[in-house]
C-alpha cells in the first residue's frame, strides 16, 4: 500500500511538473501576444510568486530555510535577473519553435564554460553530441520565416547568462551546502531588489504598456496565475529530482520539449518548413545522445567506487 502511495505520488508530481513546464510557456506567449504586458514587470512578479510561495513552503516544513550571507549570492542573483529576463524576450520575440530550440543551446556552452574556466574533462562521445544540437539550432533558424534580428540576441544573451547561471547555480549549492529550494529562498527576493531598481529605467510606470497602466482584469489574473504556475515549475522540480532518478528527469525533459514544440506550432499557427523539422530532430537527437552517454557515465563512475576496497 505504501508502494502504491508513493508511486502516485510520483506520477502526481510528473504531471504537475508536465503540464506546469508547457503552461508557461503557452501562457507567458499568450500574455505577450494578447496583452503585450511588459517582460521585466511579468519577470519581477515570477519572482515575488516563487519567493511567497517558497515562504509557504518552509511554514507547512517542506524544506528548511538556511542561513546565507546575500553577499555571496549577489553575482547568482543578477544572473538570475538575466536568465528569466533573456529568456522571456526570447519568447517574446520568437516562434515558440525557436524559442526552445534555442534553448538546448545551453547544454553545449555550459561544457564550454566548465572546459575553458573550470578545466573540467569530457569524452570524445560528450564532445561529438554538441554537432547534431547545434547544427538542428542553426538549420531552424535559417528556415524561420519569423527569423529577426533583435529576437536572435535575445536568444543568444539568455542562453549564454541561463549557461553561467546554471554553472554558478551548481558551485554555489557544493560551495554553501544547501538545495535548490534554499538557495532559491535567498535568491528570489534579492533578483526582486535588483529588478525594482532597474523596471523604471526600462518600462514605462503609466499608460499604455506601462506596470500602473490600464489592464484589465482578465490581464491581471493571467499574469498573477502565470507566476503561481512559475513557482510550481520550481518546486515540482526540486521534488523531482529528490524523489526519482536523474534518469526519469532527463527523458520527462525529453518528452516535455517535443509537447511544447507541437503545442506551439497548434496553438500560435507557427509556420514550419520541412528543413525546420530536420532542424528539430537533429537537435533532439543530439539531445537524446548526450543523455545516453552523460548517465553511462555517471553509472560506470558510481560503478568504478562501489568496487574500490
Not at 22 to 49: A, D, R
Not at 281 to 295: N, P, V
Request: net charge positive; with cysteine.
Amino acid at each position: 500500500m505504501s508502494s502504491f502511495s508513493a508511486n502516485r505520488r510520483i506520477v502526481t508530481c510528473l504531471l504537475v511538473n508536465l503540464l506546469s513546464s508547457i503552461c508557461i510557456v503557452f501562457i507567458n506567449k499568450w500574455i505577450y501576444v494578447h496583452y503585450g504586458f511588459p517582460n521585466m514587470t511579468l519577470t519581477l512578479v515570477h519572482f515575488l510568486v516563487t519567493w511567497l510561495g517558497l515562504f509557504i513552503c518552509q511554514k507547512m516544513d517542506i524544506f528548511s530555510p538556511k542561513s546565507l550571507q546575500l553577499g555571496r549570492i549577489v553575482w547568482l542573483a543578477l544572473s538570475f535577473c538575466g536568465f528569466v529576463a533573456f529568456t522571456n524576450l526570447s519568447l517574446q520575440n520568437n516562434s515558440i519553435g525557436t524559442y526552445q530550440l534555442a534553448k538546448a543551446m545551453t547544454t553545449p556552452v555550459i561544457i564550454l564554460i566548465q572546459t575553458t574556466y573550470y578545466k573540467k574533462s569530457f569524452s570524445t562521445k560528450i564532445k561529438f553530441t554538441l554537432v547534431p544540437i547545434t547544427l538542428g539550432v542553426i538549420l531552424n533558424s535559417y528556415y524561420d520565416v519569423r527569423f529577426n534580428l533583435l529576437g536572435t540576441v535575445f536568444a543568444t544573451l539568455g542562453v549564454l547568462v541561463t549557461s553561467l547561471y546554471q554553472v554558478w547555480v551548481g558551485a554555489k549549492q557544493h560551495e554553501l551546502q544547501v538545495n535548490s529550494m534554499q538557495l532559491l529562498y535567498y535568491q528570489a527576493p534579492l533578483s526582486s531588489g535588483f529588478l525594482l531598481a532597474v523596471i523604471p529605467v526600462f518600462e514605462p510606470l503609466a499608460g499604455d504598456g506601462g506596470i500602473f497602466g490600464p489592464w484589465s482584469l482578465p490581464a491581471l489574473l493571467t499574469v498573477l496565475f502565470s507566476g503561481v504556475v512559475a513557482f510550481l515549475v520550481n518546486l515540482s522540480i526540486y521534488w523531482i529530482i529528490g524523489n526519482t532518478s536523474a534518469v526519469t528527469y532527463n527523458m520527462f525533459g525529453h518528452f516535455k520539449f517535443c509537447i511544447t514544440l507541437v503545442g506551439g506550432y497548434l496553438l500560435f499557427h507557427d509556420p514550419l518548413s520541412v528543413n525546420q523539422v530536420l532542424g528539430i530532430l537533429c537537435t533532439l537527437a543530439g539531445i537524446l545522445s548526450y543523455t545516453h552517454f552523460k548517465l553511462a557515465e555517471q553509472e560506470e563512475g558510481k560503478s568504478r567506487l562501489a568496487q574500490r576496497p
